[in-house]
């Protein structure tokens, strides 16, 4: 499919457009934060196991913790770049936005006004994105020129030589600090808005992909390296294989639907029958995808001694989420009288009541089967995890690391091979529809 869609000219400029944006996002994350010292947090004793001067209080923290931060600031907050947050405010910010939607009268009526609405609510998303990157923005300079320290890393600057420039040191450099933070922010909404409407995929999914291809495999390597011996090519084998099935899983579930058979009553047209014209009624259980797995395996970070009932916790959440759901799809009473309207039944099946009851039995084997697939899903990272040697709490990889990387790699690479596909066949069958 790739190689035939790099035959249309139109999709090779949107291709190179993708990479070129996704090239300039990580170049903005490797690009220092004027006024600071970019090599401070590299020196001796700053890292998270470190301990010298100012930086073995701030790194007496979780390592999972900060592996999480690092993966969605794409380690932008522990380099201080540019784009110090990465895509952090925009993801905050579209969940705050799908979160209170609901709850607030106006924007019910701006969800509900078709594409205008849908603008508004967008505009009004990245100024939210914007002002949350300004308030994190407000953090990060306070620590930086309170102790030394980035907040939520636990790295700070080694003894008393803080990561302030002397030039800088001042309530302007504090001021361009926080300034130059919130634009990089802007620049992320920007790039992201480009991709979705000029390249390939979606803004904020691939800019999130393009993150995790670059922090994830350090973290693997790192408990690769902390596990040693024989069991660090086990460590990496477990991983890749547990995304691999996730991922495969996931879309299995996802895209899989039951189809129920129908037929039409027979109508007279004139002389001729009209029907049973065969079709169906498609059930599909798989839809909430890793909606609640990613939020119920930040359980698994509580430490001991509350762990003896995280990981049962952890899985009755995510087995309940996707059976109820499943039941979100249509009801089955009002489809079952949108077919008896339509003069549509399934064979053997009265219309009416019986049909209904037929649906929702139907519906909830499937949503059920559903269910349990996602939370094997679920449960494959902790498997893998398992080979690590020692306790999880030493390490930045985390559960809920590999569960944010194969949601994100359902999440980007079906609607960027859908749109390929549509392209491909648009410019194929284009000339003929003309």
Request: glycine fraction near 12%.
């Amino acid at each position: 499919m790739l190689a035939r869609a790099l035959r249309v000219p139109a999709l090779r400029k949107r291709l190179l457009l993708t990479v070129l944006a996704v090239v300039l996002f990580r170049l903005g994350q490797n690009l220092p934060l004027p006024g600071l010292r970019a090599d401070a947090l590299e020196a001796p004793g700053v890292d998270a196991g470190g301990g010298g001067g100012g930086g073995g209080e701030a790194a007496g923290g979780d390592p999972r913790l900060y592996g999480l931060v690092e993966l969605l600031t794409g380690d932008g907050l522990g380099e201080l770049s540019v784009l110090t947050f990465g895509i952090l405010p925009a993801l905050a910010a579209r969940l705050v936005a799908d979160l209170a939607g609901p709850l607030i009268p106006r924007v019910r009526l701006l969800a509900a006004s078709g594409q205008d609405g849908a603008a508004v609510l967008a505009r009004r998303t990245r100024w939210l994105a914007v002002l949350l990157a300004a308030v994190l923005g407000v953090v990060v300079t306070t620590g930086v020129y309170g102790d030394g320290c980035v907040p939520l890393t636990g790295l700070c600057a080694p003894g008393e030589s803080g990561l302030v420039q002397e030039r800088a040191d001042g309530p302007l450099g504090a001021v361009t600090l926080v300034a130059c933070m919130t634009a990089g922010a802007a620049v992320v909404l920007w790039l992201s808005g480009l991709i979705t409407a000029r390249g390939i995929g979606e803004g904020l999914s691939v800019l999130l992909v393009a993150q995790l291809a670059a922090v994830v495999p350090g973290q693997v390597a790192d408990a690769a390296r902390e596990t040693g011996g024989a069991r660090a090519a086990l460590v990496v084998l477990a991983v890749v294989l547990a995304l691999v099935v996730m991922t495969v899983l996931a879309v299995l579930v996802g895209q899989a639907e039951r189809r129920i058979p129908l037929q039409r009553t027979k109508r007279m047209i004139g002389r001729h029958p009209l029907g049973p014209a065969p079709t169906y009624v498609p059930v599909r259980g798989g839809q909430g995808g890793f909606g609640m797995m990613i939020p119920a395996s930040l359980l698994l970070l509580v430490p001991a001694p509350a762990g003896a009932w995280l990981l049962p916790g952890y899985v009755l959440l995510v087995l309940v989420h996707a059976w109820l759901r499943a039941g979100t799809e249509p009801d089955a009473v009002e489809v079952a009288e949108r077919l008896k309207r339509s003069g549509m039944f399934v064979p053997g099946i009265p219309m009416g009541r019986p049909t209904a009851q037929y649906l929702a039995y139907v519906r909830s084997r499937i949503g059920l089967a559903a269910a349990l697939c996602m939370t094997v899903v679920a449960l494959l990272p902790v498997a893998a995890l398992l080979v690590l040697d020692g306790p999880a709490e030493r390490f930045a990889l985390s559960a809920t690391t590999l569960l944010i990387v194969a949601s994100a790699a359902v999440g980007t690479a079906l609607p960027a091979a859908r749109q390929l596909e549509s392209f491909a066949a648009q410019h194929a069958y284009g000339p003929i529809l003309r």
